[in-house]
């Protein structure tokens, strides 16, 4: 089991930053591919940023490319999301996720409860 918890989010007007954390707890996260996830009222979940176990295998959805940075320090078991430039449309709620680096696939098996981000036009 892993256990997953964001922090970091808050209230920011449109071209301010904010950065995430997410502390695992349970397994050691250096064994983890990890991604950031996010949710808008009446949107469905969407992938924003995956860093695989070793720190490489970074991707992010277009929409974010050269504003967000995903980062992870598996010493101190945390994975981080860099939010700059931010525009009203990133309001969301942000979501740590992980998956063992052995399971193929995109599906990730362990979620935090959620950092809500909202950005003030």
């Known amino acids: 089991q892993v256990q997953l918890v964001e922090s970091g989010g808050g209230l920011v007007q449109a071209g301010g930053s904010l950065g995430l954390s997410c502390a695992a707890s349970?397994?050691?996260?250096?064994?983890?591919?990890m991604a950031w996830f996010r949710q808008a009222p009446g949107k469905e979940r969407e992938f924003v940023a995956g860093?695989?176990?070793?720190?490489?295998?970074?991707t992010y959805t277009d929409s974010v490319k050269g504003r967000f940075t995903i980062s992870r320090d598996n010493a101190k078991n945390t994975v981080y999301l860099q939010l700059n430039s931010l525009k009203p449309e990133d309001t969301a709620v942000y979501y740590c996720?992980?998956?063992?680096?052995?399971?193929?696939?995109?599906?990730?098996?362990?979620w935090g409860q959620g950092t809500q981000v909202t950005v003030s036009s």
């Open positions: 996720a992980a998956k063992h680096k052995a399971i193929v696939g995109s599906a990730y098996s362990y």
């Open positions: 349970g397994r050691t996260v250096s064994n983890y591919d």
């Open positions: 860093i695989g176990w070793s720190g490489g295998r970074i």
